[in-house]
């Protein structure tokens, strides 16, 4: 039995995950889910965003281990779902407390060295970002805009904007933790050392965000599988929840069957 945390991105919280963590937890037999939000969002959207991902790791251990009962805390090392932002954070923990971290599972995410500024945040999605924060305190255009960037799946666009307003209403992030955020972001360098457990990218071949190079670049560097969605957006949970669980469960599985975490992930890098 297992226990993962699963870290969103950029402004986004715990309930923007939509149903992924039901069919993760379906995929991987967990026996318990954390979804902390970062500092900023969601629960803790009247705090002020770190602007440093380092300090955004601190924050998140410190939730992780208020959330995780008294006999967990001992019960080993925690596993990891993260995507954009929250990859940044997840591989920086894992980095910095390699004893704490099991697993790692980073969805679109991107980091320095290993990717160039304009494939970290494509140039196309300059304006439409810059539209979103002039729009920031409206709700449904904010929201709008944050999913034609980021997502690929519109049938249930309605059903979607309906619940992110009210998500946003409930729990505003403020236009300058989301600043902070960014900031946080396009500063963030990872080690050149792959980190010590087990590591699974996903990315989206359609993503009009980040560059799905970003992940092609990271997995080479590191010598770890990668997975690449053929449609889906930015919001990869969000447009097929059902393929993310699939291939956590199935890379869960190789390494059940005595794979090494070395050539096991080196192997499956080429599977696409």
Not at 29 to 52: I, K, Q, Y
Not at 66 to 93: D, F, H, K, Y
Not at 130 to 140: G, L, N
């Amino acid at each position: 039995m297992s226990t993962w945390i699963l870290l969103r991105g950029l402004t986004r919280e715990a309930r923007h995950w939509g149903r992924l963590p039901e069919l993760l937890r379906e995929a991987t037999g967990a026996s318990r889910l954390l979804l902390p939000d970062l500092s900023g969002n969601g629960a803790l959207a009247h705090a002020r965003a770190p602007a440093t991902v380092a300090a955004m790791v601190e924050s998140v251990r410190i939730a992780a281990q208020q959330e995780r009962a008294p006999n967990e805390a001992t019960s080993g090392p925690l596993n990891i779902l993260a995507m954009s932002l929250g990859g940044m954070v997840a591989t920086a923990w894992a980095q910095r407390y390699p004893d704490e971290i099991a697993r790692l599972v980073l969805i679109n995410t991107s980091m320095r060295p290993f990717s160039r500024a304009h494939e970290r945040l494509r140039p196309g999605a300059w304006p439409h970002l810059v539209k979103v924060a002039s729009h920031w305190h409206d709700a449904p255009r904010a929201e709008r805009g944050i999913h034609r960037l980021t997502c690929n799946d519109v049938g249930t666009l309605q059903a979607d904007l309906d619940s992110w307003c009210m998500i946003r209403r409930s729990a505003p992030v403020s236009l300058a933790n989301a600043c902070r955020q960014l900031w946080a972001a396009a500063r963030f360098r990872a080690g050149a050392a792959k980190p010590a457990c087990p590591l699974l990218l996903l990315s989206s071949r359609e993503d009009r965000l980040v560059d799905p190079a970003c992940s092609t670049k990271l997995a080479a560097a590191w010598g770890v599988a990668h997975r690449v969605h053929p449609w889906a957006g930015h919001d990869l949970p969000h447009d097929d929840p059902a393929w993310v669980a699939q291939q956590v469960g199935a890379w869960l599985a190789h390494e059940s069957v005595g794979s090494t975490a070395g050539t096991g992930s080196t192997r499956s890098a080429n599977m696409r």
